[in-house]
């Protein structure tokens, strides 16, 4: 690509690779860094005078550390003199927040389109938005792409092929039923609905769920096999995707229990400290993501804030191999201060109120924050090689005081936190139960078909697990394979596929970053590589070909 | 002194429902004269002083789509220049709403053009009805309030279909899955989808339904329509399923074309539409033509919005 420059941002570097390498370019050098007081710093490493900028950053589980680095990235483009600065967003940030639940929501899908916008983007490329409407949140031409026609031929290839049975898409929600249809019209199959009747009378709460769970689970057995233990006495479908959340609030529980209420700071530290190299080494190999949200508080508590740049080059020991200074070296320098973030991530939930003005049907969405959160530190705790990381909420200064012993004495002695202030954005936690006991119902007929359970992103799998065990178990399916355009898998995501009997696999696309620790572990996660599709619609866009091919077509 | 009390401006759109709501909210339409030119422009005056008022301009987006438009956004800015202390555009039928997305490629997002006419032009707010993609709302910089037509349409339900209980709703498309399911929800009914399959070269398209309706009255539910020919064919379709009765309700009604022929030929026991859109006309040449009078949330929205009250309550109750 003649005078263009593809730069890419940290959260999504594999992706940026093979675009690139589709492309035939480099990445463009740039050096991302961290200031010690946690601000991002851009270095574009090259002239990009009078070109075609080109910056590649995805969504990821560090959003807003993405997004600003994003922005960074596209301002100082821009105060360079670049061309044109298209910003690629395979994943769209903040998506889903695309309009105005019932009451005083915010858009904030909108505010992020007016903030590239402001920063100085001039085109944006992105890929299956949660709502097509979007792309009128800006005053840039956008281009949505699909990733549909390649995962139909995905399917095609995979599924179909080769299968006597007859194939049915199947949304999980009625509003999946757009795209559900339009899937099954390409494959050229039935489709079918799942209906899920949330009962209004069932809200709301008048304790937030969390605290429930602490107390009536605190006195099970604990060991390395619990989480086994407590799926297998449990029927299998409410029960089974409760028992994470219960089981790590317990083992969560005793371990801020145990700290003595004189000094519980200290002691806190002091015990993390132990787990601390474990923990650290986990995070900073496998999750960098979550050494991202280091807390600042820590930070500021231990060391003053230099003004100084810390130098990557000097932190990594030498210079990446590639030609850009990019993120395996980037956080290395934060995570002294990274020891618990499992006990603080539990505690914020647990401190949040419950938000009874949450929208049901997209309750289920936030409630997944806290089962990730408890999940995540089970299979910490579980499992033997490896660790998986618990996503962690940046923490403000103001939520990070929750740690402090009176939160932790309201939880124990069964006080509900409902008068707590709140410390930030709420992360809902109402429907969980709420939803176990909805009713579903099938519309359509799957029996002895292979189900293609589709929606456009797949972050807590839950609702997918749920709609899986009654397609299996109640209709007859053959086979269930989850079929989703963004896989997020917060938290415990991907083992709780693993253990559902239900699913035969589930099958995204590669716009999120998902730690390659995880999808290794994994036996039934299949991500479809996107790199072709971003590539081509690069490649048109900087030759001022036509983007429309690619919407009913696969690049190759 | 009486200062920032509410005015009422009214379009030539929907004169009809502009008198409902100023007469629910016990006030006259202000003294406004919108004509056109010989020249075909639009000549607006507003007969009355506004200067620091909280004025409202009902104008719905239908018929002379584009004159009323106008005529709504000469009024907006000739309000603005009168220093109205807030203008309130309210829109029972958004104009334009449609075209909200690149359905196909280079296809214009018109609804966004409509937003950015509306901030110009200098409304303060936005007050509409049951938008066709509620992300529309994302579109303004300015606050909207979106109302819904549903608890109207549940209490028509309840009220004027008989032997509802063994009813079930059916979405005439796969968009629309999500408005049917939240109504069959609220009666505690079964639902229904119907699909019609992407026309592919020489094949007429199919309808396919999913669900079960056989020996139930089958209500269509649908935020807008147009020609009805999705509506005519959903009803035969549903009849051809074994449907006892099909009755269609929409919100926005705007019947244009061949709609009425279409409904007086179709299987349809009913059409409800709520007067976002006159239609006195219309029923009198189709006889199946029912009316659901929204005049009351919208007047209550402008009320609470005058007051500074809370309009959530209106979500999810029907005001008398």
Not at chain 2, 183 to 210: C, P, T, W
């Amino acid at each position: 690509m003649r005078n263009a420059k593809l730069f890419a941002g940290t959260s999504h570097l594999a992706l940026a690779q093979r675009v690139a390498g589709h492309l035939g370019v480099e990445l463009a050098p740039v050096s991302l860094r961290r200031y010690t007081n946690r601000e991002t710093t851009v270095d574009l490493g090259c002239s990009v005078r009078e070109k075609d900028v080109y910056i590649l950053q995805s969504g990821s589980m560090t959003t807003n550390d993405h997004l600003m680095e994003a922005l960074i990235m596209v301002s100082a483009a821009k105060l360079a003199s670049a061309r044109k600065i298209t910003v690629v967003m395979p994943y769209f940030p903040y998506s889903k927040q695309s309009k105005k639940k019932k009451r005083r929501g915010a858009i904030s899908g909108k505010l992020v389109a007016n903030m590239l916008t402001v920063s100085g983007a001039d085109h944006v490329i992105t890929m299956d938005l949660h709502a097509s409407q979007m792309s009128g949140f800006f005053t840039i031409p956008v281009d949505n792409l699909f990733s549909e026609p390649t995962i139909a031929r995905w399917v095609a290839d995979n599924v179909i092929r080769g299968s006597a049975a007859g194939v049915v898409v199947v949304a999980k929600n009625a509003g999946g039923a757009k795209r559900v249809t339009a899937l099954a019209d390409r494959l050229g199959t039935q489709f079918a609905l799942i209906h899920t009747d949330n009962a209004p009378s069932t809200r709301p709460f008048s304790r937030t769920p969390s605290t429930v769970a602490l107390h009536t689970l605190a006195p099970t057995p604990r060991g390395p096999n619990m989480f086994a233990s407590a799926a297998s006495s449990i029927p299998v479908g409410v029960a089974r995707a409760a028992s994470p959340l219960a089981g790590g609030a317990d083992v969560d529980l005793r371990t801020i229990t145990d700290a003595p209420s004189a000094r519980p700071e200290s002691a806190r530290k002091r015990r993390a400290k132990g787990r601390r190299n474990d923990v650290v080494e986990a995070l900073a190999t496998s999750m960098q993501r979550a050494a991202f949200y280091v807390s600042p508080q820590l930070a500021a508590d231990e060391h003053t804030i230099e003004p100084d740049v810390l130098d990557i080059d000097a932190a990594a020991g030498g210079s990446p191999p590639s030609g850009i200074e990019i993120s395996e070296v980037l956080n290395r320098s934060d995570d002294d201060d990274d020891d618990d973030i499992d006990e603080s991530t539990l505690l914020e939930m647990v401190n949040t109120p419950a938000d009874d003005d949450c929208d049901p049907h997209d309750a289920a969405h936030n409630s997944e924050a806290i089962a990730q959160a408890a999940a995540g530190i089970l299979e910490q705790r579980q499992s033997s090689g490896r660790r998986a990381a618990v996503p962690v909420e940046t923490p403000t200064p103001g939520a990070r005081r929750s740690l402090a012993p009176t939160p932790i004495q309201r939880i124990t002695s069964g006080t509900h936190l409902q008068s707590d202030p709140p410390l930030r954005p709420p992360v809902a936690v109402t429907s969980w139960h709420k939803k176990r006991t909805a009713r579903i119902t099938l519309v359509g007929d799957v029996r002895d078909k292979i189900v293609l359970l589709l929606d456009d992103m797949i972050d807590h799998p839950s609702s997918f697990l749920t709609a899986a065990e009654h397609l299996m178990v109640h209709c007859g399916a053959r086979a269930v394979y989850i079929v989703a355009a963004h896989g997020l898998f917060s938290g415990s995501s991907l083992g709780e596929v693993e253990i559902c009997p239900y699913v035969q696999s589930v099958i995204v696309t590669n716009t999120f970053p998902i730690p390659a620790e995880l999808t290794s572990a994994s036996s039934k996660l299949i991500q479809i590589d996107i790199a072709p599709v971003l590539a081509e619609a690069i490649r048109r866009n900087h030759n001022g070909e036509s983007i429309s091919y690619l919407f009913d077509r696969n690049p190759l | 002194m009486s200062s920032n009390s509410i005015r009422i401006l009214a379009g030539n759109s929907h004169p009809a429902l502009a008198r409902l709501i100023a007469k629910r909210l016990g006030t006259d339409l202000a003294n406004v004269t919108v004509a056109k030119y010989s020249n075909q422009e639009t000549a607006v005056t507003i007969g009355e002083s506004v200067r620091d008022e909280d004025v409202y301009i009902i104008q719905s987006g239908c018929g002379e789509i584009n004159d009323h438009l106008m005529e709504l956004l000469i009024m907006i800015n000739a309000c603005k220049t009168a220093s109205a202390r807030r203008i309130t555009a309210v829109l029972p039928c958004f104009p334009y709403a449609r075209q909200d997305k690149k359905d196909k490629s280079r296809a214009p997002i018109s609804a966004k053009l409509v937003a950015n006419m509306l901030s110009v032009a200098g409304a303060d707010h936005v007050i509409t009805m049951d938008l066709h993609a509620s992300q529309i709302q994302g579109f303004f910089d300015c606050p909207v309030d979106n109302l819904y037509g549903e608890p109207m349409v549940l209490r028509y339900i309840r009220e004027n279909v008989p032997d509802w209980k063994s009813a079930i709703i059916v979405s005439p498309d796969a968009g629309g899955a999500k408005r049917a399911t939240s109504i069959a929800d609220h009666l505690d009914l079964d639902f229904a989808l119907i699909h019609k399959e992407r026309k592919k070269a020489n094949e007429v398209s199919r309808m396919v339904l999913v669900g079960d309706v056989r020996d139930k009255i089958a209500i269509l539910v649908d935020d807008m329509a147009d020609t009805c020919g999705t509506l005519g064919l959903a009803a035969k379709t549903l009849m051809d399923n074994g449907a006892s009765a099909v009755y269609a309700i929409v919100i926005h009604g705007v019947l244009s074309g061949k709609a009425l022929d279409v409904i007086n030929n179709s299987m349809l026991t009913r059409v409800v539409v709520t007067n976002t859109i006159p239609h006195a006309e219309k029923k009198k040449i189709c006889p199946k033509l029912d009316t659901i009078d929204v005049s009351a949330v919208l007047a209550e929205a402008i009320r609470r919005t005058h007051n500074g009250e809370s309009v959530s309550y209106l979500f999810g109750h029907a005001t008398i």
